[in-house]
Every structure is written in C-alpha cells, then in structure tokens.
C-alpha cells in the first residue's frame, strides 16, 4: 500500500513522492495475571509482561554458558 503525495511545482510541473506504508499490525489480546493485555503481533510474551507493567526475572549473562550454575 502506497500513499502519493503531490506537489505543485511553481513552473507548473508535478512532481509526485511515493511513500511506502505498512500494512496495519495485528493486535493480540491474552489474559495476564487476570489482567486483559494486548500487544502487537509479533511480540514475545516478556515484551507483553513488560508492557503490563509485571516484572519478570531474565537469566543474566554468562549463566547460560554454564549449565552448573543456570540455577544460581
């Protein structure tokens, strides 16, 4: 989908500016912590826990190279 923009040049020409759109994303909307949320498309469930404002602990880095201590 495109949107042409056009412009009226003073000698009398046209000049016409093409402007590509994306198309519109849809929304997804899940149940978190008895809470509606809704978020784009594409998003990871961290991205929609985030956006609900819960807080949900990552593993930090360096503990996923080392399986002895992926627990700790």
């Known amino acids: 989908m495109e949107r042409r923009r056009v412009r ?30 809704r978020v784009p498309e594409g998003a990871t469930i961290l991205d929609a826990c985030r956006q609900a404002g819960t807080d949900v602990p990552t593993l930090r880095c360096g503990l996923q190279s080392d399986p002895a201590r992926a627990g700790q």
């Open 8 to 37: 009226h040049r003073p000698s009398g020409d046209l000049q016409v500016t093409t402007v590509p759109l994306a198309p519109p994303r849809r929304l997804l909307e899940f149940t978190l912590d008895d809470e509606a949320v």
